[in-house]
């Protein structure tokens, strides 16, 4: 079993790989394919959602098929947390906040929420979901 430190560990290098992949997709996408940026970015998540699915999966989690249990999971936890992350940032700047403030806020806070909820619900065995409940 890999320890929590480590699974973070994993988990901030495989987040660090998808936003490589997110920006260099959308740089693709606008410069080349000449798409919108706003289109261009939405493909660019999705595949950064992909990749981060996958290093996740097979590496941070160690888990093994069952992708039809982890990939529906894993999705919802990533558009909670863009939500999660565009409510921040309407939050701090529409009260007068700095949108920088914001951003950094939504780097510390979205990461961190979609690490415990990714290792307690998304790639959580059916064994470790019952105990949550139970204690």
């Not at 410069?31 to 289109?39: D, L, N, Q, T």
């Not at 949108?99 to 806070?109: D, E, H, I």
């Amino acid at each position: 079993m890999i320890n929590v430190m480590n699974q973070a560990a994993r988990f901030s290098a495989v987040g660090l790989l998808a936003t490589i992949v997110h920006i260099a997709v959308a740089i693709l996408l606008v410069e080349f394919a000449r798409i919108p940026v706003f289109w261009a970015n939405i493909g660019a998540f999705a595949v950064a959602v992909l990749v981060s699915y996958f290093g996740n999966h097979h590496w941070t989690f160690a888990c093994s098929g069952a992708h039809a249990r982890y990939l529906p999971r894993f999705i919802s936890i990533a558009a909670l947390g863009l939500a999660i992350g565009q409510v921040i940032v309407w939050a701090i700047t529409e009260s007068g906040g700095n949108y920088r403030v914001a951003v950094v806020t939504v780097a510390l806070m979205v990461p961190a929420f979609s690490f415990v909820a990714s290792r307690l619900f998304v790639f959580a065995e059916p064994r470790d979901e019952m105990e949550g409940m139970s204690g």
